[in-house]
């Protein structure tokens, strides 16, 4: 039953796991706007800004391939806002022209190339890298290999704004994510909740119960995995009643997926109610002064780390004003 | 026929040839005939126990090692329709009542007779065949199953189960959480179920005396494999068994041996149901 975990949490003893957590949020914040700030003639900023994250990263000890694992989910996005960026930016000076011809010989060959790439991947593990060799290969395919006459022929300039803005979001949106990862990979979903609880305090002026919401999100984090242990139950009890997912029609699966949907609602009402009169036996009474079991304390590292990112941030300003000004 | 395990291993993480992962259950092997058994299976909590009834019907496969269930082979590759495995094995969980969802009780126990193909004419006449049998009053038949108590609760469940006419029946831990009374009645039915209707009827359960008045073979577990496979009679007399996986005696025995040391009554065998115990008493207890 180890199977369910939530959140990327990865457990270490480094000192950005120490740091506390409210330093943590403000200064990803911070970086965050320090980044969106940085106008695209100051592109080296990024540089500068992505060697002090590779410093955190080897401070913080998470093993490289989790920041990889949450880049790789946004592989999509990136290649296509690139790609995007070179096909339609057309301002600046022409930096490389490719011809695509078109013809009957070699819209066969790329079928044949698919066809290849379909059957072969049901054998190998790495799909995507496949993937990409195949789609490097038609391109080579789509630019050399003219076996008949073409009867389209296209050609693609690549201009030198859309590789440079392209380039720019790329490595902005790649920032953002090893930045906000870092972030939830160092620090415990309960010391985030706590954080934000303190950073939201000043609501309470609105008359803004931040704490109930705080209570709220840790006894949400806290019951994911119950429930889903839960369900697995529920789906267990039922599938010895004959229920399956897999072979039943539209109509019976319909049925089937309320058959589940009743039970879990009738569960996790029980254990709301049988948690809220837990906790008031306990003395809890909504909205009123808690005391805490781990009271935050801002410590010189903290002071420290915060000194340095407002240093960075100031540098990203004055990076935007100097650009403004002419001066860049 | 039957159920047979041989040298089933298994292991939550699931197969993997390069990986060697903790295994909650280790080279079992066992047959359980598919008609007129009554097994228990005891051991203590994390031995094992609830994952065994569930290879039963296919609800796990096993990680290595073959589990045949009524004709069909389940290995780690078994890919094909579980359906007919669940509809001769059925299994009642621990606290079967979460299962419920219709809106009245008859609707609900149709349910499971529906889903292997009966008509709903059929199911509904199934439906009210089993209620009857758990001993539901028939003015409950139409009401929400949510407003009934938790003994009548599980019966409903429990007669869910029962209607899709399964050979071999599983309850994991059946007694638990029910009073005096619906215990009673409960382990009554199934040994109507297991006597009339030639059911196998296999039970997970920590109550000895359940033990030593209704099962004919315990099978004992610890640390995921099987260590002792007796009928209950010859597991208690083995006093070794017992003190090694720390397995009480029934109450009933408990409290002869008490009376024997005080001298109150004497005797060989030590009597392990109520009735040779009353016997042993009376002497003329009918």
Redesign the interface.
């Known amino acids: 039953?180890?199977?369910v975990t939530f959140g990327s949490y990865y457990h270490s003893n480094s000192i950005i796991h120490k740091l506390d957590p409210r330093i943590k949020i403000i200064s990803i914040i911070l970086l965050m706007v320090g980044i969106f700030l940085i106008p695209i003639e100051a592109i080296y900023m990024f540089f500068i800004l992505l060697g002090l994250l590779l410093i955190f990263i080897i401070l913080s000890k998470v093993p490289f391939g989790k920041f990889l694992k949450s880049i790789k989910q946004i592989t999509f996005l990136l290649l296509f806002s690139f790609i995007f960026q070179i096909v339609f930016n057309r301002t600046g000076t022409v930096v490389a022209t490719y011809s695509i011809n078109i013809s009957i010989g070699t819209i066969a060959t790329g079928v044949l190339v698919y066809t290849i790439y379909a059957f072969i991947k049901k054998f190998v593990k790495f799909k995507m890298t496949l993937f990409f060799m195949m789609f490097i290969l038609e391109i080579i395919i789509f630019k050399y290999a003219l076996i008949d006459q073409s009867f389209f022929n296209y050609s693609l300039n690549i201009y030198s704004n859309g590789l440079h803005t392209g380039f720019y979001i790329l490595i902005r949106v790649l920032l953002l994510v090893v930045m906000s990862s870092l972030l939830t990979l160092t620090t415990k979903p309960t010391d985030m909740n706590v954080a934000l609880e303190y950073l939201l305090s000043p609501l309470e002026l609105l008359k803004i119960k931040t704490s109930i919401f705080a209570m709220m999100m840790s006894i949400s984090l806290r019951f994911i995995p119950t429930l889903f242990l839960e369900t697995e139950?529920?789906l267990?009890?039922?599938?010895?009643?004959?229920?399956?997912f897999k072979?039943s029609k539209l109509g019976?699966k319909i049925k089937q997926i309320?058959?589940l949907?009743?039970?879990m609602f009738?569960?996790s009402f029980r254990r709301a109610e049988d948690l809220s009169n837990a906790m008031e036996v306990r003395g809890y009474i909504p909205g009123a002064k808690r005391t805490k079991l781990n009271e935050l304390k801002i410590k010189l590292r903290d002071i420290l780390s915060l000194v340095v990112v407002v240093l960075l941030f100031g540098l990203c300003i004055t990076s935007l004003i100097l650009v403004k000004v002419g001066v860049l | 026929m039957g159920i047979s395990f041989q040298n089933v291993d298994f292991s939550?993480?699931g197969y993997s040839k390069r990986k060697k992962y903790p295994n909650i259950l280790k080279d079992i092997c066992v047959n359980i005939s598919g008609q007129s058994e009554f097994v228990a299976i005891v051991g203590h909590t994390g031995s094992g126990k609830t994952t065994f009834t569930?290879l039963c019907?296919g609800?796990n496969l096993p990680t290595s090692g073959v589990v045949s269930v009524m004709d069909l082979k389940l290995t780690h590759k078994f890919d094909g329709?579980?359906?007919p495995i669940?509809?001769k094995v059925?299994?009642?969980?621990q606290f079967?009542e979460?299962?419920?969802?219709e809106e009245t009780v008859l609707k609900d126990v149709a349910?499971?007779p529906s889903?292997?193909g009966y008509t709903k004419e059929e199911s509904i006449k199934l439906a009210k065949k089993y209620l009857g049998l758990v001993g539901l009053s028939e003015d409950l038949f139409e009401r929400t199953p949510?407003t009934l108590s938790g003994g009548q609760m599980r019966k409903v469940a429990i007669a869910?189960?029962l209607a899709?006419e399964p050979d071999v029946l599983i309850f994991d831990e059946p007694t638990v959480g029910l009073d005096g009374k619906s215990k009673k009645e409960l382990m009554n039915l199934l040994k109507v179920m297991n006597e009339e209707y030639h059911k196998t009827i296999i039970i997970v359960t920590h109550n000895m005396d359940v033990v030593a008045e209704f099962t004919k073979r315990v099978l004992v577990f610890n640390e995921g494999s099987i260590v002792c496979d007796k009928t209950p009679v010859e597991l208690f007399n083995d006093s070794k068994t017992l003190a090694k996986y720390s397995l009480d005696l029934p109450e009933v025995s408990r409290l002869a041996v008490m009376m024997k040391e005080q001298g109150l009554i004497d005797f060989d065998q030590v009597p392990f149901t109520t009735l040779s115990l009353a016997k042993l008493l009376g002497g003329k207890y009918e």
Request: glycine share 8%.
């Open positions: 039953m180890n199977k139950k529920i267990k009890a039922q599938a010895s009643r004959g229920v399956d072979e019976d309320v058959s949907l009743v039970p009738v569960v | 939550y993480y569930q019907n609800l329709a579980l359906k669940r509809k059925g299994l009642v969980f079967p979460y299962q419920l969802f349910f499971g889903n292997f949510f869910g189960i899709c």
